[in-house]
């Protein structure tokens, strides 16, 4: 089992960037697979990013291609997200959450566990 814990969250102006970590407990960081998702008001959860647990190659959606970059420190037990050139459409409560294996789900019911949120607030 894993403990997720985010941070990172505010309030920032559109085009400015934020900088997500997830820290997990347990000493198997490293068998999980990560993701990051978002929810904003009104709408479902979405899929972010994610990365995969030891060759850490990263998937993300296209709304944040090229803007959000997911990276992961199994030394720290710690997940990151970094978002530049943010946009008020990015404003969500964004969840960190952890998936046992290889494969890393693009679907939030996929996910095992998950943190309960930061948010973050995108003014225009």
């Known amino acids: 089992q894993v403990h997720l814990v985010e941070s990172g969250g505010g309030l920032v102006q559109a085009g400015g960037s934020l900088r997500l970590s997830c820290a997990a407990s347990g000493r198997t960081f490293s068998s999980y697979g990560m993701g990051w998702f978002r929810q904003a008001p009104g709408k479902e959860r979405e899929f972010v990013a994610n990365i995969r647990r030891t060759d850490s190659i990263t998937y993300y959606s296209d709304s944040v291609k090229g803007r959000f970059t997911i990276s992961r420190d199994n030394a720290k037990n710690t997940v990151y997200l970094q978002m530049n050139s943010l946009k008020p459409e990015d404003t969500a409560v964004y969840y960190c959450?952890?998936?046992?294996?290889?494969?890393?789900?693009?679907?939030?019911?996929?996910?095992?566990?998950w943190g309960k949120g930061t948010l973050v607030t995108v003014s225009s």
């Open positions: 959450a952890a998936r046992q294996g290889m494969v890393v789900p693009t679907t939030p019911g996929a996910m095992d566990y």
